[in-house]
C-alpha cells in the first residue's frame, strides 16, 4: 500500500467516503469537531490489483473504509480449497471483525486499483468509549454485514438451482448500487464465488453476453452493463 494524504475530511473535504456524514458513512452519527477532537490518525491509501489488505489470521491493527474499487474476502475449507465468501464494495468496511476478534478472520485481496481510509483500530475503540452514537453505527454495520453474509450464503449456494440462476443471482449481488454497471471478475472468481468450475463460470458467462444480458464496456473497464430486469428474471428463475 502507498500512502496518498493524511485523511483531513473533518476539516472540510467531502470526498471521503469514511467522513462525509452520509448514513452509509464510517463516522456516522459523529460531529466533525468529534472526529478532529479526537485526532484520529486516518490515511488514505491506495492498494494495486491482487495486493493484499491484509491475511486471515493476522493481528488486527487497522480496518479500511472503501473508497473506490473493490475487495474480495477468501476463506479456506478444512481441506484447503479457497472461496470467496464476501465482496466488498465502496463504502463497506474491510476488517471490522478486528475490532473485536484480535485479528483478521479472511484474506481480503483487492480486485482492480482500490482506494481506501485506513483506520486505526485502537482509535475506533476509543470511539466506541466515548460516543455512543457511534457505537450504534457500527452494530447497524455488523447487522447488515449478517444479513448480506447470509444472503450470499442462500443465494450462491442453493443445491436446488442450476448454476445459471446461481450466477444471475451472484452478477446481481456483484452489481454497482442501483446502476446498471455489474463488476466484471475473473472466470477463475466467479468459479470460487459459486463453487463451479472455471469452465461453467466461461460457458455460462459466455451466454449471457451472446444474450446481451451482459455487454462488454471499453477495454480494460472494470464493469459490465447489464440488463438488470432479465438478469433479476433468470435469478428468479422465470
Known amino acids: 500500500m502507498n500512502t496518498l494524504r493524511t485523511c483531513n475530511a473533518w476539516r472540510g473535504n467531502a470526498n471521503c467516503l469514511a467522513c462525509d456524514g452520509q448514513e452509509n458513512s464510517f463516522f456516522a452519527g459523529l460531529s466533525p469537531d468529534a472526529v478532529a477532537g479526537l485526532h484520529i490518525d486516518v490515511v488514505n491509501t491506495s492498494c494495486s490489483s491482487g495486493a493484499a489488505l491484509y491475511t486471515r489470521g493476522e493481528k488486527a491493527e487497522d480496518m479500511w473504509v472503501l473508497r473506490t474499487g473493490v475487495v474480495k474476502l477468501l476463506a479456506q475449507s478444512w481441506d484447503g480449497d479457497a472461496r470467496i465468501v464476501r465482496v466488498l ?75 445459471r440462476v446461481r450466477m444471475a443471482r451472484l452478477l446481481l449481488h456483484l452489481r454497482d448500487g442501483e446502476s446498471n454497471r455489474v463488476y466484471n471478475f475473473s472466470r477463475e472468481d466467479l468459479g470460487l464465488m459459486l463453487g463451479t468450475t472455471i469452465e461453467t463460470a466461461s460457458r455460462i458467462i459466455a451466454a449471457f453476453l451472446r444474450e446481451r444480458l451482459l455487454v462488454r464496456r471499453e477495454p480494460g473497464s472494470r464493469f459490465y452493463d447489464a440488463d438488470i430486469v432479465r438478469l433479476e428474471m433468470v435469478a428468479q428463475e422465470r
Open 89 to 163: 464494495k465502496p463504502g463497506d468496511v474491510a476488517g471490522i471483525e478486528g475490532l473485536l476478534a484480535g485479528t483478521f478472520a479472511h484474506t481480503a485481496i483487492a480486485v482492480g486499483e482500490v482506494h481506501a481510509c485506513r483506520t486505526p483500530i485502537r482509535a475506533v475503540r476509543q470511539l466506541c468509549l466515548e460516543h455512543a452514537s457511534f457505537q450504534w453505527n457500527l452494530m447497524q454495520r455488523w447487522q447488515n454485514t449478517l444479513q448480506e453474509t447470509e444472503q450470499w450464503l442462500v443465494d450462491m449456494t442453493s443445491t436446488g438451482a442450476a448454476a
